[in-house]
């Protein structure tokens, strides 16, 4: 299967590198020749260095250095099998690809777009092949995330999520099949606990290292060490484009905008949430994070670990809920997704179960009363009770 990646971003590199390893022929079309270029000879580089190494034989050297290419031509991808496009967050690029690729590639071949915050039905609307299109949601960091989320739209064929499924497993990723929602299914989830972890920044009840050091209890990486991977401005760019702030009580952080008007935009940028200084990690001053005017939570509030633990928490389960409330998963494939990209014993669903829904409907009710309307459950028992009886 030779497969055509169209971006060479932070996502494309690593999409590209996963897809190299596994041997499939790959090549890449961005922007300019100076780019194919420097690319290609830098993989090439690192070809002769494996192979000094001895990592990989003669004969892999030749066939990977004829099958990893790079080309600012976008009618070089006229053979792919498969096209994945990785570019900018624009609607109206990514549409002007696509068209241009309907043209170009093969009447069997598919498309696929990397997209974590656009509508996969509103980008089908406009391409007159919908029906070889869907979403393919890689999860940073590629190497280390295998979870896939295919992301169909209302039309798209049955055949083609199989075949999706199945080039997933060849890719050694574990897919699960997502209805079309903004931000993608697992990626809504996780807002919810970004968002809780910037609300108890500025409330001023925990700096970054402490919440994390909470946070971690539970998952396997803290809200800000997550964020400060994703990006500031990405990830608010993201929060006002697919307004998944959109529950009651929920708002966007001052501190995100507050981040990106001084520069601090992650980690790549050695600061955002925290300080990153000659290979270490910091934190502000507790007045960097503070907001007295914040609306989002109630002034007063416990700000005990167990507590502030317990928020972040629940605002996973908070989310999965609203995502099971929306429809845009199985209860079992949202479980087994967020169990997988924060790299939990058990998934959201589990936990729930082990505690009880009496028991869940009493701490939401709390949350609720001491922290904020967020927490409010109007759905819980209608959402879980079903699932639970067909477990025996």
């Not at 990989?56 to 096209?83: C, G, M, P, W, Y």
């Amino acid at each position: 299967m030779n497969v055509g990646l169209v971006g060479y971003g932070k996502m494309g590199m690593e999409i590209f590198k996963l897809l190299s390893e596994k041997g499939f022929p790959v090549t890449v079309f961005v922007r300019s020749e100076e780019k194919s270029k420097y690319n290609k000879n830098k993989i090439d580089r690192g070809l002769e260095r494996y192979l000094r190494k001895g990592i990989i034989t003669e004969e892999e050297f030749r066939q990977k250095k004829v099958s990893l290419l790079f080309t600012n031509h976008l009618e070089d991808l006229a053979l792919s099998d498969v096209v994945i496009e990785s570019i900018v967050e624009d609607r109206q690029e990514k549409l002007d690809i696509f068209h241009r690729l309907e043209s170009i590639i093969g009447p069997k071949a598919i498309f696929l777009t990397n997209t974590s915050s656009l509508s996969i039905t509103d980008l089908a609307r406009e391409l007159k092949y919908k029906d070889r299109f869907c979403g393919l949601h890689f999860f940073h960091p590629v190497s280390l995330i295998d979870l896939v989320e295919i992301i169909k739209w209302t039309g798209v064929p049955a055949d083609l999520i199989n075949l999706l499924a199945d080039f997933c497993k060849s890719i050694g990723k574990k897919a699960i099949v997502v209805n079309d929602t903004p931000a993608s299914a697992i990626n809504a989830i996780l807002t919810y606990y970004y968002l809780e972890g910037l609300y108890i920044l500025e409330q001023g009840l925990a700096l970054p290292s402490k919440l994390d050091e909470l946070g971690k209890r539970f998952f396997f990486i803290g809200p800000c060490e997550s964020l400060d991977a994703v990006g500031i401005s990405l990830f608010t760019e993201a929060l006002e484009r697919t307004r998944h702030v959109d529950k009651e009580g929920m708002v966007i952080p001052e501190l995100l905008y507050k981040m990106s008007s001084e520069g601090r935009l992650g980690k790549k940028y050695s600061k955002g949430i925290f300080l990153y200084q000659e290979g270490k990690i910091a934190d502000d001053v507790p007045e960097f994070y503070l907001n007295p005017d914040q609306s989002h939570s109630h002034k007063y509030t416990d700000d005990s670990e167990s507590f502030i633990a317990k928020r972040l928490l629940y605002s996973v389960f908070n989310g999965f809920l609203y995502g099971l409330e929306r429809g845009v998963s199985s209860m079992e494939e949202l479980d087994f997704g967020v169990k997988e990209v924060l790299n939990m014993k058990d998934g959201p669903f589990t936990m729930m179960r082990s505690i009880g829904i009496k028991k869940l409907s009493e701490e939401f009710n709390i949350l609720a009363q001491r922290v904020g309307i967020r927490f409010r459950q109007t759905a819980l028992e209608k959402l879980l009770y079903p699932a639970l009886s067909k477990i025996k």
